[in-house]
């Protein structure tokens, strides 16, 4: 019973904290790469709480599913951060299997698609359409690094898959690890698929389907952004760490400082990775995809060929 | 006429739902086929599921009609519609009840030519004549491969009864590839496929949700009769249907993201979801071809959860297309555009029916979807070869691909038609439908939460197939990790408080930024080909897209006067396969008509020979 309260406990402070301080990382990062200062690190918070406060106004032309798809897309983020594995010790908040994970991540693209068609904004529509074809290139590497994962151990329960008790292929978790990882990337339009910073509209993804969006609406939506960025990192940092077995022997506070640490190394790599590589042309971008779909592949081969290991 | 419809529907329904748990034998008197016929039907828990499904869509079906047609009455005649719809139905009853070959083969025909009459309902209009016309010869065609099939078998066994046909002996597997050649051309398998997105449009709409959701079924219901019952042994005609089916699920979803007309959009995607069952269908073959019951239970459970699945939503979203086209009087989707606000009911169902068929969680096409990735899953370690493992692993990950393009291709057509502007000024003039067409639509979008949250509870009623099959019960306990009720009642809450807690007032409203270009037309939206594009120009070779650009004015560079985009779009397999195959069948006939020159002469010396060859032949004989 206590061993819940503090589940629970654990897991909220986790939703609430996490990512805004992510994002807040990767922007200091670059930032200090940059020769600048820098945003303070709980910035993201002070954004939103501002958010929060202000007022909406909404396109004429908009439905219902304006702001229904942003507390839709909230409430799916919420979900997948209290069920999935993104952090260890698991929360184990309800199952997780593999594919209500990604078919969640793909409910939560629809939603957004339909955001950005609602207000007849031509900005919008062409980002949606961008979005559609990046997910439709990148979906079948995000489903193969973790079936891959499912086939080595026997099972599509991502909290079985992550558990204690799961086989040890160092190799498999890496491999599957940096797929998803790169996977996620573009699933999130970071760089090099889009610059998350640019405002040119005719080059956006993200930012051009949450065009339209203000006050509270834009803030659930980036909310709902920051905590899928934070699960996905999260899942890829489980991943990496499953590499190392003997972490996960020492305990929970072991296994939960590893994970913090683990989560903002990513960050950090990821601000330095933006900070040095170049928006690509938008016609070069399936050959980046091309390189998580080739991990994607190789983790597969080596989950077959391990057979039951 | 819709009321005796409606009844004949709910008397399906009940029929289905007694038959459940024992066989019944129907004997009808033997006169009634005037001797011609041996009539044996039959009624398991197969048939019965079958039935009952068929009992559902038919009576939103029934319901949806009675106004569709009254509007339609000047361009449709309604007895013709009613007599066919009646025939319709009975044919497609009876091949779900035939325990014998001939009765099989004559529902089947009853079954194809009253759908061929369905189809050619608005005879008026010459796109309406050519699309009878290919359906008409693609269904002779599969008539013919699945005649030969049964009179092979007939020739082994010298029984017409399906009981006592098995298929297990090397020497039956020629009549399997005909009898299963026949079933997949008239599902709609690629490279067979053609018919369907020239068929299903044109009918009117409850015709083409009776065909999407319960026709295209009804070769699956038929292969589980004869290949899963009857215990298909063969070990490389899973793999045959296996690949034909994995194209057609990419093939259908690619070319329904690149459609431009609504119908035509749903019918690529039936093709998608054909492809699906059968995959599925494929993985039960080969998971019994490999004596694994648990693959077996699996891909059985995704087939037929699919099928009911995919009848609901199906049905549903060419419903809300027929509401569509009742009131906007287009189905282009280039002229549609901003109905959310002027048929709200008709809207919010067909956003169901988009998430249902997207497979998106808590609804009914998510459990179906994810049934199937369980079976391929366990096929991936659970089959004894590495080839066939790495297959079902590389299909696992070609259908999360094809996922994603059913989103943008629900995307497309939820958002052109019913979200943003008008894009015609006949479409603003659009009204809602009236109550009895609103009904149909919203029941079967209840059912689709329903079936969603209560997938275990319709799968452990199925138990008596497996059982009949000998793969043991059906593994509903494998649905308790994904509780889609739960799923459903914690997303619905945090929803609820999110709308409680920050959407209280409602928002000041401004026009849409137009970055300063001002006031522009109505049709400077998202237009249908616009979305597609990027995908489209990745597949140029499968799609033969072109993109023709053409400026013209006094100083083209700076001051265009005239700029004409044009996209085009091939279909691959009816310009290169069917077109010229069509051409030789054509020269050919041409070629042998010079045989009837009409002289009575010859006509006299043609007899003449045929009696020499005949006399030689028996004197040799």
């Given amino acids: 019973m206590q061993e819940q309260i503090i589940n629970i406990v654990v897991s909220v402070l986790s939703i609430l904290i996490v990512p805004p301080l992510l994002i807040g990382t990767i922007r200091k990062t670059k930032a200090r790469l940059q020769n600048r200062i820098g945003a303070p690190l709980w910035q993201p918070f002070i954004d939103m709480t501002k958010l929060f406060r202000k007022d909406e106004t909404i396109s004429k032309t908009a439905s219902w599913a304006f702001r229904f798809s942003a507390a839709t897309a909230m409430a799916i983020s919420v979900y997948l951060a209290v069920t999935s594995p993104w952090t260890a010790p698991q929360l184990r908040l309800g199952p997780c299997d593999l594919f209500l994970f990604l078919y969640l991540l793909a409910a939560f693209r629809f939603l957004t698609l339909l955001l950005a068609l609602d ?82 509209e005719l080059t ?39 590499a190392f077995p003997r972490l996960y022997a020492n305990g929970s506070v072991v296994e939960a400082a590893a994970s913090i640490t683990m989560l903002l ?9 933006e900070s040095l590589t170049v928006k690509l042309h938008w016609r070069k971008a399936p050959e980046f995809i091309a390189y998580a779909l080739t991990l994607a592949f190789i983790a597969s081969i080596v989950a077959l060929g391990a057979g039951a290991v | 006429m819709s009321a005796v419809f409606l009844l004949g529907s709910l008397l399906l329904c009940i029929g289905g739902a007694c038959c459940w748990s024992k066989t019944v034998v129907l004997a009808l008197p033997q006169w009634l086929a005037l001797g011609w016929l041996p009539i044996d039907l039959r009624c398991d828990t197969l048939s019965a599921f ?29 007895r013709l519609y009613w007599n066919c719809l009646f025939i319709f139905m009975l044919g497609m009853v009876l091949v779900l009840l035939a325990a014998n070959a001939p009765t099989f083969v004559v529902a089947w025909e009853l079954m194809s030519l009253s759908s061929a009459v369905l189809v050619a309902s608005e005879y008026q209009k010459q796109k309406a004549q050519t699309s009878a016309f290919i359906y008409l010869v ?24 399906f009981t006592s046909w098995s298929f297990s002996s090397p020497s039956t597997w020629l009549p399997a590839t005909l009898i299963l050649l026949g079933l997949i051309i008239k599902a709609g398998i690629w490279p067979f496929h053609i018919w369907l997105p020239h068929a299903h449009p044109e009918a009117p709409s409850p015709v083409s949700a009776l065909m999407s959701g319960i026709m295209v079924k009804l070769p699956v219901y038929a292969a589980l009769r004869l290949f899963v019952f009857g215990d298909l042994t063969c070990p490389w005609l899973p793999y045959l249907l296996l690949t034909l089916s994995a ?55 995704a087939v037929l959860i699919h099928v009911f699945c995919h009848a609901l939503f199906k049905s549903l979203l060419f419903l809300c297309a027929g509401s569509v086209d009742f009131s906007a009087h287009t189905r282009d989707l280039s002229k549609l555009g901003g109905l959310g606000k002027r048929m709200p009911v008709t809207f919010a169902t067909f956003a169901v029916g988009s998430a249902a068929i997207c497979a998106l969680p808590p609804l009914n096409g998510f459990a179906s979807k994810w049934s199937i990735y369980q079976a391929l899953l366990n096929c991936s370690f659970g089959l004894p070869d590495i080839v066939s493992r790495a297959i079902c692993l590389g299909l696992i990950g070609l259908l999360g691909g094809v996922g994603a393009l059913a989103v943008a291709s629900f995307v497309k057509a939820l958002g052109l038609t019913f979200l943003g502007k008008p894009r015609s000024a006949q479409v603003s003039a659009a009204r809602e439908v009236p109550l009895s067409m609103q009904l149909p639509q919203l029941a079967l979008a209840v059912a689709c939460f329903l079936t969603g949250a209560f997938a275990p509870y319709l799968v452990t009623l199925l138990d008596p197939i497996s059982l009949a099959v000998g793969l043991g019960r059906m593994p509903s306990a494998a649905f308790a990790s994904i509780p889609l009720a739960q799923v459903a009642l914690v997303s619905a809450s945090l929803i609820g408080v999110i709308y409680l807690v920050a959407f209280r007032r409602p928002p000041a409203r401004f026009e849409t930024w137009d970055c300063g270009f001002g006031t522009t037309t109505l049709r400077s939206q998202v237009s249908a080909d616009s979305f597609a594009q990027p995908i489209a120009r990745i597949f140029t070779p499968v799609l033969q897209y072109h993109l023709t650009v053409d400026i013209s004015g006094h100083d083209r560079r700076h001051f265009p006067e005239k700029i004409i985009v044009e996209p085009s779009m091939v279909s691959l397999l009816e310009t290169r396969v069917y077109g010229p195959l069509a ?39």
């Avoid at chain 1, 204690?164 to 790169?182: D, E, K, Q, R």
């Avoid at chain 1, 190394?265 to 990775?273: E, I, M, P, R």
């Avoid at chain 2, 492809?275 to 459970?301: D, E, K, P, T």
């Fill in chain 1, 204 to 242: 956006m993804v993200h930012e051009a389907l949450i065009l339209e969006a203000s006050g509270k609406n834009l803030a659930l939506l980036e909310g709902a952004t920051w905590l899928k960025f934070a699960v996905l990192l999260g899942v890829s940092a489980q991943c990496f760490l499953h």
């Fill in chain 2, 247 to 301: 194209v057609s699920v990419f093939w259908g979803v690619l070319f329904a993201l690149n459609q431009r007309e609504l119908k035509r959009l749903l019918a690529y995607s039936t093709v998608e979801n054909i492809g699906l069952i059968f995959i599925s269908l494929s993985v039960l073959l080969l998971g019994r071809n490999a004596q694994l019951a648990v693959i077996g239970r699996l891909a059985l459970m």
């Fill in chain 2, 138 to 161: 693609a269904t002779r065609i599969a008539t013919i491969f699945l005649t030969a099939g049964f009179l092979l078998m007939f020739s082994k066994f010298h029984d017409i009864s």
């Fill in chain 1, 265 to 273: 190394l990513l960050a950090v790599s990821l601000g330095t990775f």
């Fill in chain 2, 50 to 78: 079958f039935l009952t499904l068929l009992g559902v869509v038919s009576a939103a079906c029934a319901v949806f009609s009675a106004q569709y047609i009254s509007h339609l009455s000047d361009r449709i005649s309604p």
């Fill in chain 2, 583 to 621: 051409w030789l069948i054509q020269r050919c006939s041409q070629l042998v008509a010079k045989l009837q020159t009409g002289s009575i002469h010859l006509y006299l010396s043609y007899v003449c020979i045929a009696l020499i060859v005949l006399l030689a032949l028996g004197a040799r004989l």
């Fill in chain 1, 119 to 200: 207000t007849s904004s031509p900005f919008g529509t062409f980002a949606a359409s961008r979005e559609a074809t990046l997910s439709f290139l990148v979906e079948p590497a995000a489903v193969l690094s973790l079936a891959a994962l499912a086939v080595a151990a026997h099972t599509s329960d991502l909290n079985l898959i992550f558990g204690a008790g799961a086989p040890h292929n160092g190799m498999l978790w890496v491999i599957s690890g940096s797929a998803f990882l790169l996977a996620g990337l573009v699933d999130l339009s970071r760089m090099p698929i889009d610059d998350p910073t640019t405002h040119l």
